[in-house]
């Protein structure tokens, strides 16, 4: 098979591999679309999971099954499947302890693209296809589908983790495909004013729509001062982050929160950072305010459970997709996008039409 792959530190390149040997409860994918994540460019460019040498990249995708092994009951070569980015082995105990994403330990679920070959290939092996798959809705266009893997569960899970409740204030920091995903889930949580937190053209435009009440640009002065000034001297019920940086963004997050408020982070921390939080702006300790991060829960429900939000016309991810690509020799220049973040970019695809 073919890969895109980084190749070392700072490098990547299409590689050659031998196909992936299925075992008998996982499946042999074909891709119909690929999407890169910013998680691919912490990877390859910032180090976030150390040095990887021929590492395939990618982990969101839908495709279409090629082999499965002699235990899988609900897939069939034929159909088309949507990738979780997150695969656990759902039988494992540690799995059946709640977090299935740390299974085996800290952040173990995550495999495509971290601790084996990612989706950026001609062939993507599934372990444990019957508890990670999922069916890709009649009439979804796979694109949208993709969305699924990493954006919609993973911006979602940031509402999870900060319980958002009925009526609540919100403020999401970063309106970049993650952040956009945690703000159209705070709607859906029943969130009241929503402060969200960006500067991309594109991206503010999308925020409006998926309900935003107030757009915040971090270029015009500190971020807890602007909402705390506009949201009448008080701090937000929640807040969700999706953006930022070690050094300010947890302080700032902490600031403009209210006593007994709460923080949920699916940002990715530089690992040789220190996060700084100040203990006045944390009650000197006795805030009660919480602070939860996460990374996206898989598991096939889930999935289903967040597809039939979009087959019933409550969450629309179509406005994610700013660029498109058509072919497996594409998929670089998604990437560079994704390095590169222009101004109208929110989240590039590319659709794979040309592999057997
Ligand atoms: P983007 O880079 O597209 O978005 C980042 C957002 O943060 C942008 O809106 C950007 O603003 C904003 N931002 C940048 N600097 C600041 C600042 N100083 N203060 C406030 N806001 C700022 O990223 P993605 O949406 O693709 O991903 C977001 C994060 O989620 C990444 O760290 C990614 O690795 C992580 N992630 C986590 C997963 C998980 O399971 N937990 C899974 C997938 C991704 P601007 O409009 O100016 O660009
Ligand atoms: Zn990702």
Same mark, same amino acid.
Do not use: C
């Given at each position: 098979m073919r890969g895109f792959a980084m190749i070392d530190p700072n490098e990547t390149g299409f590689i050659e591999k031998d196909d992936p040997e299925i075992g008998p409860r996982d499946a042999l994918v074909k891709p119909l679309v690929v999407a890169p994540c910013t998680s691919d460019i912490h990877t390859v460019y910032e180090n976030a999971i150390g040095p990887r040498h021929d590492l395939i990249l990618g982990h969101e995708a839908s495709g279409e099954i090629v082999a499965v092994g002699d235990e899988v009951k609900d897939f069939k070569v034929g159909d088309k499947v949507i990738l979780p980015a997150v695969t656990p082995d759902w039988s494992d105990v540690n799995s059946q302890a709640g977090f299935?994403?740390?299974?085996?330990?800290?952040? /173990? !679920?995550?495999?495509?693209?971290?601790?084996?070959?990612? $989706?950026?290939? #001609?062939?993507?092996?599934?372990?444990?296809?019957?508890?990670?798959?999922?069916?890709?809705p009649l009439g979804m266009d796979p694109g949208v589908a993709t969305m699924l893997s990493d954006m919609i569960p993973t911006g979602f899970?940031?509402?999870?983790l900060a319980h958002v409740e009925y009526g609540d204030t919100v403020a999401v920091i970063g309106i970049g495909p993650v952040g956009l995903m945690a703000l159209r889930g705070a709607v859906l949580h029943g969130a009241g004013r929503i402060f969200a937190v960006g500067s991309r053209p594109q991206a503010i435009k999308v925020a409006k729509e998926y309900?935003?009440?107030?757009?915040?640009?971090?270029h015009d002065g500190d971020i807890a001062d602007q909402i705390i000034e506009?949201?009448?001297?008080?701090?937000?019920?929640?807040?969700?982050?999706? /953006? !930022?940086?070690?050094?300010?963004?947890?302080?700032?997050? $902490?600031?403009? #929160?209210r006593p007994g408020g709460s923080i949920g982070n699916v940002a990715y921390l530089n690992g040789n950072d220190n996060i700084k939080i100040n203990a006045s702006n944390w009650g000197v300790g006795m805030a009660n305010i919480t602070i939860d991060g996460g990374v996206m829960p898989g598991g096939?429900?889930?999935?289903?459970?967040?597809?039939?939000?979009?087959?019933?016309?409550?969450?629309?991810?179509?406005?994610?997709i700013t660029h498109t690509f058509d072919g497996f020799d594409k998929i670089p220049d998604a990437l560079e996008l994704m390095h590169n973040k222009?101004?109208?970019?929110?989240?590039p695809v590319v659709y794979i039409s040309d592999i057997d």
């Open positions: 299935a994403s740390h299974f085996g330990g800290m952040l /173990g !679920g995550w495999k495509f693209s971290n601790n084996k070959d990612g $989706v950026f290939a #001609t062939r993507i092996h599934v372990n444990d296809a019957d508890g990670n798959l999922a069916h890709l899970n940031a509402d999870e309900g935003a009440t107030d757009i915040i640009d971090y506009k949201n009448n001297g008080q701090g937000v019920d929640r807040v969700l982050i999706a /953006g !930022g940086d070690s050094e300010h963004t947890f302080d700032q997050a $902490v600031r403009m #929160t096939r429900l889930r999935m289903e459970k967040l597809a039939s939000l979009i087959t019933n016309g409550r969450l629309d991810p179509s406005l994610l222009p101004a109208d970019l929110i989240k």
